[in-house]
T-cell receptor, first 110, second 113 residues
């Protein structure tokens, strides 16, 4: 069965302490991997789309990378305002449906 | 460009009642997807509408239904509410291709007492 798995479930970082979040997927025929940020009580906010292995995208302190079986979201020198849940998602190859991981809850401590 | 809007933002209902949630997609988007988000299950796909037709459906009971209007606005209905239906209901709009980015609204927080 197609699956998206994110790790770790939760991550606490000191301000300025860089780290990476992982998203692994088993869906066949990948047609894009999407990263979102979600703040408590709000809808997910789109961050990046990656389409092919080796692709990288950056936005401020975030950089997303993609391999054939997983994606990483690297956070460089995070700030408290980066605290949120980060979700990854992949489209179902045969239907207009996104499979979402359960997310990584990131807390950045000042 | 205005984003996805959802109304109402908060709802409190009692078991057995029914509820209707509304979603207005980004202008020009023809696809609307609905998701249920709970702490234990994450985002679960309910259904997707494109040009007034349900194009895809998740594994939810028939109490969950939806529709889409000619202006792409969509409604979701839940009948005979159960305690377990308490969740954040999210609507996402996209241009319509299978791999198009989905843009989410702020959600409707439904509490069933």
């Amino acid at each position: 069965e197609d699956q998206v798995t994110q790790s770790p479930e939760a991550l606490r970082l000191q301000e300025g302490e860089s780290s990476s979040l992982n998203c692994s997927y088993t869906v066949s025929g990948l047609r894009g991997l999407f990263w979102y940020r979600q703040d408590p009580g709000k809808g997910p906010e789109f961050l990046f789309t990656l389409y092919s292995a080796g692709e990288e995208k950056e936005k401020e302190r975030l950089k997303a990378t993609l391999t054939k079986k997983e994606s990483f979201l690297h956070i460089t020198a995070p700030k408290p305002e980066d605290s949120a849940t980060y979700l990854c998602a992949v489209p179902n190859p045969i239907g207009n449906q996104f499979y979402f991981g359960t997310g990584t809850s990131l807390t950045v401590i000042p | 460009k205005a984003g996805v809007t959802q109304t109402p933002r908060y709802l409190i209902k009692t078991r057995g009642q029914q509820v209707t949630l509304s979603c207005s997609p980004i202008s020009g988007h023809r696809s609307v997807s609905w998701y249920q988000q709970t702490p234990g299950q994450g985002l679960q796909f309910l259904f997707e509408y494109f040009s007034e037709t349900q194009r895809n459906k998740g594994n939810f009971p028939g109490r969950f239904s939806g529709r889409q209007f000619s202006n792409s606005r969509s409604e979701m209905n839940v009948s005979t509410l159960e305690l377990g239906d308490s969740a954040l209901y999210l609507c996402a709009s996209s241009a319509g291709l299978r791999t198009d980015t989905q843009y989410f609204g702020p959600g409707t927080r439904l509490t069933v007492l």
